[in-house]
């Protein structure tokens, strides 16, 4: 009886063996004829923003059919603890939301060499846009004080005056306002409160934080439970990434004295003209984001995610990689991959130049 | 077990050796593995107990401002859900044990364990996607012509994601494990029990009230708690349904609702860091202590009404 049992058990243990590595023979053989012949073989490992979840997901599965014999593993933890392992000498590269501070720069880089500085460079970029579900309203104007008038709480009603006075041609129901904003902390939260409080600090008196600030509105779980909720709902507003915004309506923000949906070429152009960050440096293209500009052919409110590397590795072998998977990634290629992917806007191919310059002398 | 005794005349074989080995290993693991989980989120808790509390999220005024939101709305969703949960559940189970003919009881039966198979998370889409703008109007509703009942303060939500919807799902969830304990339980209430309630005269509701219920009891008491203990670490269907905000309250309808440990914890973990993470796993502790804590009440309950049920 049990060698008749242990029989069985064995023959599926063969069978189902047979079965699996049949299937990875059939997985391995067309990357390995398609490809073309690359050097590069390895492992790095990144960690980092969320928001750049899916385009890293989108990069990695390209760049590995590209490079057969490299594995690149992007952990999105978020930008915090990403840029906490890299500073510790975890990763090889980080993805952030926000530009490193000054006092992480002070402290030095465990995976580089002592004195050789770091990169940090803008590698996706999103616009976030202001979406709403309101009966019989297509269109909708709103600047900044009244988008935080509403996400605060103090603009209950969408007949309010502040809103009429935007919108004289709309026909705006008397129905209370549902604003979702996202319960889980999150950079698109980040950056959309630090436009509101930069351009709007007399209502938005909170400081830009990964966290909704106030116990005010409505809570979602994630970009796609926001426009879930406002797309469920009645009378609702909320925030996502511009790719997420599927067919609900889309506020047009009030920049100087013109209207702005939120475009990727909007994104792109405040991005590329704003000025350098204040850690800005050769190797450091981080830039301070102009969300009071006041030209019409920007769209202030846009999330920056920027990948931060070594110029020169203590692991000498880990340079040529990281070198080559972030060169694809701000590239004109990678970009495009992000845009279907992750529907990102594309960094100017000025900005892609000069980004393949810094990291075609990583060592 | 008492099959498991050998007879004196019967000598120790290495298989009875085994046997009795593996099952004594085994009921030590779970010791093993109960004392492992406390001293972990013991030892994981204590830097956010001890950090500034300016770097807990919200930057509440001490670790207890910051948990007590959830401790109540973990409480407070659960105890919606049992409320709910723990009528329908005994109304099936006495179908099914003494009204349903054999052959519907069973296939019921049948799918009501079925229920009990159904991921969460799919019950979270559920609540999200169908439930939660159909209640909508009920809620505007309730708002609207009841909003002078503390329970349903307006305003209203827009979206129907309130603390009311998570308890329904979860009532939904708990439904199964209710009714499958109470169900055994019923159809244990001694024969003898029945028929004499029956023969002194007594309608079957009249019989199941002096015979069933009271013999069921502290079966019923133990099947709510496991049902409770379900509903307090649910945790999916909360991330994904309820509208969370950090505050204290029992309106039933509005926007603002309290988040559950469980549901928060999923939420701020991925992009927690640094003490953030300690003090979720301080939260986690508190949830591990209130479980604790609600269990023991139900094992007090259970033993001391015990004495009195027509068990023995």
């Known amino acids: ?363 | 077990m008492t099959t498991a005794t050998p007879s004196p005349r019967a000598k120790s074989r290495l298989a009875d050796r085994i046997f009795s080995g593996t099952t004594v290993f085994a009921g030590s693991l779970i010791l093993a593995a109960l004392a492992a989980v406390a001293v972990f989120l013991i030892a994981q808790s204590i830097p956010a107990l001890v950090a500034d509390p300016a770097e807990l999220k919200g930057s509440p005024s001490s670790f207890w401002a910051y948990v007590a939101p959830l401790a109540f709305g973990t409480v407070w969703a659960a105890f919606l859900a049992l409320l709910m949960a723990l009528p329908v559940s005994i109304g099936i189970a006495l179908f099914i044990s003494h009204y349903a003919p054999r052959r519907v009881a069973q296939g019921l039966g049948y799918i009501i364990d079925l229920l009990a198979a159904v991921p969460s998370v799919v019950f979270g889409l559920w609540g999200i996607k169908i439930l939660a703008p159909a209640v909508t109007p009920l809620y505007d509703w309730l708002v609207n012509n009841l909003g002078w009942f503390p329970l349903f303060a307006p305003p209203v939500s827009g979206t129907g994601r309130t603390i009311l919807t998570v308890a329904i799902v979860l009532a939904v969830m708990i439904i199964p494990i209710i009714t499958a304990v109470t169900r055994e339980v019923f159809l244990q209430t001694p024969r003898l029990h029945e028929e004499a309630a029956l023969a002194l005269g007594a309608t079957r509701w009249e019989m199941i009230q002096v015979a069933v219920l009271p013999f069921g009891r502290p079966g019923m008491i133990s099947a709510a708690m496991l049902g409770l203990g379900r509903a307090l670490g649910e945790t999916m269907v909360v991330a994904m349904v309820l509208s969370p905000a950090a505050l204290i309250t029992f309106v039933l309808t509005s926007s603002q609702n309290p988040s559950t440990i469980a549901g928060n914890i999923a939420l701020n973990f991925p992009e927690a860091h640094g003490v953030g993470v300690n003090a979720l796993v301080a939260t986690g502790l508190i949830l591990f202590a209130i479980t604790l804590v609600i269990n023991s009440i139900a094992r007090v309950v259970i033993n001391r009404r015990k004495a009195f049920s027509g068990a023995n």
């Open chain 1, 1 to 363: 009886m049990n060698f008749k049992r242990l029989g069985t058990i064995g023959a599926v243990a063969i069978a189902g063996s047979i079965l699996l590595s049949s299937c990875a023979a059939n997985e391995g053989t067309p990357t390995e004829t398609d490809a073309p012949v690359s050097t590069l073989s390895g492992t790095i490992d990144g960690a980092g923003s969320s928001a750049q979840g899916s385009a890293q997901e989108a990069w990695i599965a390209a760049f590995q059919t590209a490079n057969p014999d490299v594995t690149i593993n992007y952990d999105p933890s978020g930008s915090g603890a990403g840029r906490e392992a890299f500073i510790a000498g975890g990763t090889a590269f980080a993805g952030s939301d926000s530009a490193l501070k000054q006092e992480e720069i002070d402290g030095g880089f465990a995976a580089c060499v002592p004195d050789t500085g770091y990169i940090q460079v803008p590698d996706y970029i999103s616009p976030i846009a202001v979406i709403f579900n309101v009966e019989g309203v297509t269109d909708l104007n709103l600047d900044a004080a009244t988008i935080a008038g509403i996400f605060k709480g103090t603009i209950t009603s969408w007949d309010d005056p502040a809103i009429v006075a935007l919108n004289k041609d709309a026909k705006l129901p008397a129905a209370p306002i549902t604003a979702v904003h996202r319960s889980d902390d999150s950079g698109t939260t980040k950056n959309f409160t630090d436009y509101l409080n930069k351009v709007a600090p007399e209502v938005w008196d909170a400081p830009a934080a990964d966290p909704f600030p106030y116990t005010t509105g409505e809570a979602a779980q994630g970009t796609s439970g926001v426009v879930d909720a406002v797309t469920n709902g009645t009378n609702t507003i909320g925030y996502a990434d511009l790719s997420k915004a599927g067919d609900l309506g889309v506020v047009s923000v009030k920049v100087g004295d013109e209207f702005v949906k939120p475009t990727a070429e909007g994104a792109a152009a405040v991005v590329a003209e704003s000025p350098a960050g204040d850690t800005a440096g050769d190797t450091d293209l981080a830039i301070k984001l102009d969300r009071l500009t006041t030209d019409p052919t920007h769209y202030p409110v846009v999330l920056v995610s920027y990948l931060i590397a070594c110029n020169e590795y203590v692991d000498a072998d880990v340079a040529p990689l990281v070198s080559a998977y972030l060169t694809y990634v701000t590239s004109a290629d990678g970009q495009a991959a992000a845009a279907d992917a992750a529907g990102s806007a594309p960094i100017t191919a000025e900005t892609s130049d000069k980004i393949a310059a810094i990291l075609a002398a990583i060592k």
